[in-house]
């Protein structure tokens, strides 16, 4: 199997959903995206997050942070109870300081009721490690996000909610010099010391919270978004669809905390530890910790089946609008599906794309339908066809010789020319086909059949006495009344040329054409007209000759032109005629075949 028409197809539509003045961009598409329970991507709102516990050196600064907070907390409450004669004190808190809780040293983060705005914001890069599958194939793509600052957009993700910071602490019976809590394993037991009375303290042990309202931003995050296309269904019914199969992380994003946003608010938090703790709860946000366990959440909602299957849906639909739009819509059941005997190299995805194009040149609303593309074709124009001229040879023409030639020759009909479905198939080189002409019955624009062409047919006689001999046994047979066996008068105007108007009808001819495609995207298509071959028997063609003055000599000239020989030659002259302007013609099919593209993807 091949991946360039998968790569030709990514590359244009890469250019289309990266530009914002397309109906294909991305941030457009995806800003619509709901899944079936009514969530929608943008705002894209989450119950909860557990982001979980914030460990290492960042987690252990934060937990002490908010223990040395507590401890004050503690002091207060402690100065309180001395003042209202609770009994059983000790003098004082001197013996004793606070630490985090070897059995939950480290700080633990949740935030619930999210809304995280921008996501559809986002750009997509190149196709990378395409690689084919039983119907089809896979890709990876990446999805940089907060990609633009226009269209109301904001280069930045927004993440909303509200938080809840956990921390255990402990009372211990204090070493003088602290050393116990620099973040290592040697965090101290709790005291023995029972201290009772302390309102809103739980001695010696406590799990403290704070929480409140936050804001976040991130930047530079980005996805890696494994897609497979592939053909489903089995023969007229067969679909294109794109699946999501996965969401990863491809950068970590850079998390800034809005710290005007914050809030903070505990049963211990007062307003003598309020600035602690709300740079605690900003040094959890911003840690590194936090970040990946944030990244790693907004992934895994993204990689929900709720949120791919839907994500899968829609890159869906918009490959279904671009091939409808192209192509032209299939009703269901009108698929072609005679496809046998293509080269190896094809799968099934490549085998339903070319049906549909199959379908679209034998749709008469399609812009590849190919009465459309010759009617349309102006460099060179196709109907009428200019042929040129022709030499036919020299032939006897009683007790004469005589050159015949075609002047000016024009062919009409062209235009009146189809490619039925199975006279069409993949080749290892690109598509072969066959064109049928003189099919259709005709209209305003399309000729009807069958295939003419016409121009000016000269007879010269290339010695003067030929001519004069021929001229008298012309005059000496008409003369005797004998059938026409020799030419008759040679026309006045010339003693050794005699001109006509010459016709000649071709029914029901064919072509072959043998087509190749290059270019990296629909932008840069080649269209190849390696081979067209005419496929015309003489039988079916016919030549008449209406000479400038009337002469019974035209029956014996168009007698001649009736020969064979000279039908063959009048199809080879043909055949040159169009191997000559080959070039020119590919180039005309490129030309349309970009304009259709373009127009269509643009609409």
């Known amino acids: 199997m091949a991946t360039k028409l998968l790569d030709f197809i990514y590359a244009t539509m890469y250019k289309r959903v990266n530009d914002p003045d397309s109906p294909y961009w991305l941030p457009t598409v995806l800003k619509d995206v709901r899944t079936s329970d009514g969530h929608s991507l943008n705002p894209l709102t989450v119950d909860t997050w557990d982001i979980g516990q914030l460990d290492g050196d960042e987690g252990a600064t934060i937990g002490k942070a908010i223990a040395d907070s507590w401890w004050i907390f503690v002091g207060a409450a ?24 070897a059995d939950h040293p480290y700080p633990t983060l949740s935030l619930s009721a999210l809304t995280i705005e921008g996501l559809p914001n986002a750009s997509v890069g190149e196709l990378q490690n395409l690689t084919p599958t039983a119907n089809g194939y896979r890709g990876t793509v990446r999805v940089t996000t907060a990609a633009y600052d226009t269209h109301g957009w904001q280069k930045q993700i927004a993440i909303k909610g509200t938080y809840s910071l956990v921390q255990h602490v402990v009372v211990i019976d204090d070493p003088g010099d602290r050393g116990g809590d620099g973040g290592g394993d040697d965090l101290k037991p709790p005291t023995k010391v029972v201290v009772k009375g302390l309102e809103g303290v739980e001695w010696p042990r406590q799990e403290i919270e704070g929480h409140g309202q936050f804001t976040v931003t991130a930047q530079d995050l980005a996805f890696d978004v494994t897609l497979r296309a592939e053909a489903t269904g089995t023969g007229t019914d067969r679909t294109a669809q794109l699946t999501v199969e996965s969401i990863t992380v491809a950068s970590q994003p850079a998390f800034h905390l809005d710290e005007k946003s914050l809030t903070i608010e505990g049963s211990t938090i007062d307003e003598y530890t309020l600035a ?46 671009a091939l409808d739009g192209v192509l032209g819509a299939v009703a269901k059941g009108n698929l072609p599906s005679d496809d046998s005997g293509f080269p190896a190299k094809y799968g099934p995805l490549e085998v339903y794309l070319f049906d549909r194009l199959r379908a679209s040149v034998n749709d008469t609303g399609s812009g590849f339908y190919p009465p459309t593309v010759v009617l349309g074709a102006t460099n060179p124009t196709l ?42 198939a993949l080749t290892d080189g690109g598509i072969g086909a066959t064109l049928r002409l003189g099919r259709l019955p005709g209209d305003s624009k399309v000729p009807a059949p069958p295939l003419t062409l016409t121009g000016t047919g000269v007879v010269s006689f290339p010695d003067a006495a030929d001519a004069a001999d021929a001229a008298d046994a012309a005059d000496a047979a008409d003369a005797a009344d004998e059938p026409a066996a020799a030419p008759e008068h040679v026309s006045a105007q010339d003693d050794d040329t005699i001109e006509g108007d010459i016709t000649v009808t071709i029914d029901q001819p064919s072509a072959t054409a043998a087509l190749s495609f290059t270019g990296r995207d629909a932008d840069e298509l080649t269209i190849g007209l390696d081979a067209l071959a005419l496929a015309v028997s003489p039988q079916n063609l016919q030549v008449t000759i209406h000479l400038k003055e009337p002469s019974p000599f035209e029956k014996i000239i168009q007698q001649v032109l009736n020969k064979d020989e000279v039908k063959q030659k009048i199809i080879k002259g043909v055949q040159d005629a169009v191997d000559t302007h080959r070039a020119d013609i590919a180039e005309e099919l490129t030309d349309n075949a970009r304009a259709v593209i373009h127009a269509k993807l643009e609409g």
């Open 383 to 424: 109907e009428p066809y200019a042929l040129g001229d022709m030499d036919l040879g020299s032939y006897k023409l009683g007790v004469a010789t005589a050159d015949l030639s075609f002047k000016g020759g024009t062919i009409k009909g062209i235009s009146n020319v189809l490619i039925p479905v199975e006279d069409a």
């Open 78 to 101: 402690f100065d309180n109870a001395k003042d209202q004669g609770v009994p059983g004190l000790p003098d004082n808190l001197d013996p004793f300081t606070s630490q985090r809780d």
């Open 276 to 321: 602690g703790w709300k740079q605690a709860a900003a040094d959890a946000f911003n840690s590194p910790e936090a970040g990946q366990a944030l990244t790693a959440k907004l992934v895994a909602t993204l990689a929900d089946p709720s949120f791919s299957d839907q994500f899968s849906a829609t890159v869906t639909t918009q490959l279904a609008k």
